[in-house]
């Protein structure tokens, strides 16, 4: 079963209203959590990565006051999309990386699909 | 830093027929290396990984791929494809096992009936 969880799984928001994503490590404590977005017919490019207790560190050309990511607790990180337009329409992807105990591996959740109308 | 190149953006190939998937990664160091699979609309599936060790390295599904360092390439083969196989590949590259995962451009696999 999934052991990185990602809700919701679906969502269709208004333009110009917020609308929030959560990745969940489910049975182990995750110290970095990682957060993708993929365009339709196109890769995964990281948006940023998510460190519990401190600010996430941004990838090049993301706006970081658009894309508010909180990594409150070792188990949680979200992704809050702030003044949704239809150009933030995406499937955003979390991982998580293990802080001990099972193995060498990196988890990905199911993914989030965001439609903003 | 580190990054992938999948040179192929789409590859046919007719069911039972053997398959190879092109990659070249660019790291100063030994990298992570990894092949996901992604089924239109679906999430990352791993297919296998390479940390270190044995550089022929078996994953699902009957996959398999190679590491060849002097090649600056991470291969992933398959001897016979399935219609099941059909969906977008992706090599990714890592500097260490915590860190982010950098993915190439993928691949297209279509099968022939």
């Known amino acids: 079963g999934a052991v990185v969880s990602q809700h919701p799984s679906r969502v269709i928001c208004k333009s110009g209203t917020s609308v929030k994503i959560e990745c969940r490590s489910l049975?182990?404590?995750?110290?970095?959590m990682f957060w993708y977005r993929q365009f339709p017919k196109q890769s995964l490019m990281l948006m940023a990565t998510?460190?519990?207790?401190?600010?996430?560190?941004?990838e090049q050309g993301v706006e970081k006051d658009k894309f508010l990511i909180n990594h409150a607790s070792l188990t949680l990180s979200t992704l809050t999309v702030t003044s949704a337009h239809p150009e933030d329409s995406s499937f955003y992807i979390c991982?998580?990386?293990?802080?001990?105990?099972?193995?060498?591996?990196?988890?990905f959740g199911e993914g989030s699909w965001l439609t903003v109308v | 830093a580190q990054s992938v190149t999948q040179p192929d953006i789409h590859i046919t190939v007719s069911e039972g027929a053997s398959l190879e998937l092109r990659c070249n990664y660019s790291?100063?160091?030994?990298?992570?290396l990894f092949w996901y699979v992604q089924s239109p609309g679906q999430g990352l599936q791993l297919l296998l990984k390479?940390?270190?060790?044995?550089?022929l390295v078996q994953g699902i599904k009957g996959f398999e791929a190679e590491f060849k360092r002097s090649q600056s390439s991470f291969n992933l083969r398959k001897p016979s494809v399935h219609w099941s196989d059909a969906a977008e590949y992706f090599c990714?590259?890592?500097?260490?096992?915590?860190?982010?995962?950098?993915f190439g451009k993928g691949t297209r696999l279509h099968i022939l009936p």
């Open positions: 991982s998580a990386s293990p802080r001990s105990g099972k193995g060498n591996t990196i988890y």
């Open positions: 049975d182990f404590q995750a110290t970095t």
């Open positions: 998510s460190n519990e207790g401190s600010k996430a560190t941004y």
């Open positions: 790291y100063g160091a030994t990298p992570y």
């Open positions: 390479y940390f270190s060790g044995d550089t």
């Open positions: 990714a590259v890592a500097r260490n096992r915590d860190d982010k995962i950098i």
